[in-house]
């Protein structure tokens, strides 16, 4: 176990600040003339960076005390006529195969796919530790150079990767995440993440060994505003490299609730780089929940009972393509959880049918293109999605400014055993947590942040409104759910998952990181820590 994986096993809290171990010395230990980069553009960028942050707790605040998100007022960004052209090399984004930096076998794996466009991550499907962003930053900018390999044991060979049209997306991490350690002489001054992230990439990198301009994923972005900051930081960074003010392009994430109805006013303020727009459905469900945790008629069903079509999403699948396309860029779909599996032919089949379906249910509301964790994921999705897009695909009389936020009644099942699940599922995945992995394969379906948000969101719901909203049991019988019940619910997975371990090749663990993942869990659940701030 890593040092600072070992670190963060010795608290009770799920999310701590990146920081490098110690003993390391940013002026020795970064990259010869990284600081010089780095630090102008900290000074000018990081403070704006927290007031975000704080502008965030205001803003979730106010929903929870009932003024929850709504559409803004029509401005130059709803109204004038202004279009972005969409360059030739990002023009098929049929399928965007996505998968954590740290491993590099699955990076070349992906990228050899034949998949349009792989998104590599260095944020919510890596474990936030040091460690693993060194890790994933080194494979980063060998994927990006085309260097990386892996050797493949049943070949008995070294596996690089294949010359291919391939777009390959870096998703940095969110501007929400804060990084330590970096600024010399003060180890506790904080520093965006974000911009942490951008730069590590752009001072190695240069514009004559890149096969496409530098693209970046923005992840968990909740307003407008906060595009003007990754505006600003893109043309910083390509003012230093001199390339062009324009020259670094993105596609951003749709994940948090207020970021819904703001989306045309993000791309606008962004025009000069946005390529497209990305449901992000799993944690665009979990802060859907946050930001109605107060209200018990947002008590979800158990996860995997919500249809995917249900309006909360289907309204807003339908929307994203109606603004992306109303200004030339693409509208990308989400990530579909159940995944196939080579050694279980019944899994394999179903995860395959969902998937088909998930993708065609995408290509009808409008999307272009959708997101695969698998390569055998690949050549469904792209079949799903007209070539190379539906850019000009508009949907006749769509509402402007549909409700995003229909309550959903009559939907699913709330149940004992839907909780009980939930809690075995936050226990593995932090689990994978304390053993480096930030996305683990968990039964059938990937589990990462996202889903572990949905299920802690969903089990401190489900405590809160236990006497007005009922969760049966198998008789259904409504059963409280008390801080006492969850208590022997966390026991008894726990209890379960120590008789019966799952492999260790598939999922690495011992009967102490699964203790203190169980511990963490549910202290995050009973002390309200969802975000990771």
């Known amino acids: 176990m890593p040092s600072d994986v070992a670190s963060a096993a010795g608290q009770l809290r799920g999310f701590a600040i990146n920081t490098p171990p110690a003993g390391f010395n940013p002026e020795k230990d970064l990259p010869l003339g990284f600081l010089d980069f780095y630090l102008p553009l900290h000074r000018q960028l990081t403070a704006r960076q927290q007031e975000l942050i704080g502008k965030r707790k205001?803003?979730?605040?106010?929903?929870?005390?009932?003024?929850?998100?709504?559409?803004?007022?029509?401005?130059?960004?709803?109204?004038?006529?202004?279009?972005?052209?969409?360059?030739?090399?990002?023009?098929?984004?049929?399928?965007?195969?996505?998968?954590?930096?740290?491993?590099?076998?699955?990076?070349?794996?992906?990228?050899?796919?034949?998949?349009?466009?792989?998104?590599?991550?260095?944020?919510?499907?890596?474990?936030?530790?040091?460690?693993?962003?060194?890790?994933?930053?080194?494979?980063?900018?060998?994927?990006?150079?085309?260097?990386?390999?892996?050797?493949?044991?049943?070949?008995?060979?070294?596996?690089?990767?294949?010359?291919?049209?391939?777009?390959?997306?870096?998703?940095?991490?969110?501007?929400?995440?804060?990084?330590?350690?970096?600024?010399?002489?003060?180890?506790?001054?904080?520093?965006?993440?974000?911009?942490?992230?951008?730069?590590?990439?752009?001072?190695?990198?240069?514009?004559?060994?890149?096969?496409?301009?530098?693209?970046?994923?923005?992840?968990?972005?909740?307003?407008?505003?906060?595009?003007?900051?990754?505006?600003?930081?893109?043309?910083?960074?390509?003012?230093?490299?001199?390339?062009?003010?324009?020259?670094?392009?993105?596609?951003?994430?749709?994940?948090?609730?207020?970021?819904?109805?703001?989306?045309?006013?993000?791309?606008?303020?962004?025009?000069?780089?946005?390529?497209?727009?990305?449901?992000?459905?799993?944690?665009?469900?979990?802060?859907?929940?946050?930001?109605?945790?107060?209200?018990?008629?947002?008590?979800?069903?158990?996860?995997?009972?919500?249809?995917?079509?249900?309006k909360f999403f289907q309204n807003l699948r339908e929307l994203m393509p109606e603004l992306c396309h109303k200004r030339g860029i693409h509208a990308i779909g989400g990530m579909t959880a159940l995944f196939p599996d080579r050694e279980d032919p019944e899994l394999n089949a179903r995860a395959l049918s969902v998937l088909a379906q998930d993708k065609k249910n995408e290509a009808t509301a409008g999307m272009d293109g959708a997101w695969t964790g698998h390569p055998d994921q690949n050549q469904i999705a792209v079949d799903q999605f007209p070539n190379p897009n539906q850019i000009s695909f508009r949907r006749l009389n769509n509402p402007r400014y549909p409700e995003l936020r229909p309550v959903p009644h009559g939907v699913g099942a709330k149940t004992v055993n839907g909780t009980r699940a939930a809690i075995r599922t936050v226990i593995r995945y932090r689990n994978g947590v304390l053993n480096g992995r930030g996305a683990s394969l968990l039964d059938g379906y990937m589990e990462d942040l996202a889903t572990d948000r949905i299920y802690r969101n969903m089990i401190k719901q489900r405590m809160m409104f236990s006497d007005k909203v009922p969760v049966v049991d198998d008789a259904g019988k409504p059963v409280l759910h008390t801080a006492e019940l969850i208590t022997r619910l966390f026991d008894e997975e726990l209890d379960k998952l120590l008789k019966n371990p799952p492999r260790p090749a598939k999922e690495p663990g011992t009967p102490e990181t699964f203790t203190k993942a169980r511990q963490i869990a549910e202290a995050m659940i009973l002390s309200g820590e969802f975000d990771p701030i």
């Open 58 to 310: 205001l803003a979730l605040d106010a929903s929870l005390a009932g003024q929850k998100p709504n559409h803004l007022p029509p401005s130059a960004a709803t109204k004038d006529g202004w279009k972005i052209e969409m360059p030739d090399w990002c023009a098929d984004q049929r399928n965007q195969m996505t998968g954590p930096l740290d491993d590099g076998e699955l990076t070349v794996k992906m990228l050899n796919s034949g998949a349009p466009a792989v998104m590599v991550d260095l944020e919510d499907s890596m474990a936030n530790f040091w460690s693993n962003l060194e890790t994933g930053l080194a494979n980063c900018l060998s994927a990006l150079r085309g260097t990386l390999s892996y050797f493949d044991r049943k070949r008995n060979t070294q596996m690089a990767i294949k010359p291919s049209k391939t777009v390959i997306w870096v998703r940095v991490r969110g501007l929400h995440l804060s990084q330590k350690g970096i600024v010399p002489g003060k180890p506790e001054e904080l520093t965006s993440a974000s911009l942490y992230d951008l730069c590590r990439i752009a001072h190695h990198v240069s514009a004559t060994e890149l096969k496409h301009p530098l693209s970046i994923y923005i992840p968990k972005s909740e307003s407008a505003e906060e595009a003007l900051w990754w505006n600003d930081a893109f043309k910083a960074v390509a003012k230093f490299k001199g390339w062009a003010p324009d020259y670094i392009k993105c596609m951003a994430l749709v994940e948090a609730h207020p970021m819904a109805y703001q989306m045309e006013e993000f791309i606008y303020n962004l025009r000069d780089h946005c390529l497209g727009l990305d449901l992000g459905r799993w944690d665009y469900m979990a802060s859907l929940i946050h930001f109605n945790l107060t209200d018990p008629e947002w008590v979800l069903p158990d996860r995997n009972t919500i249809p995917h079509d249900v």
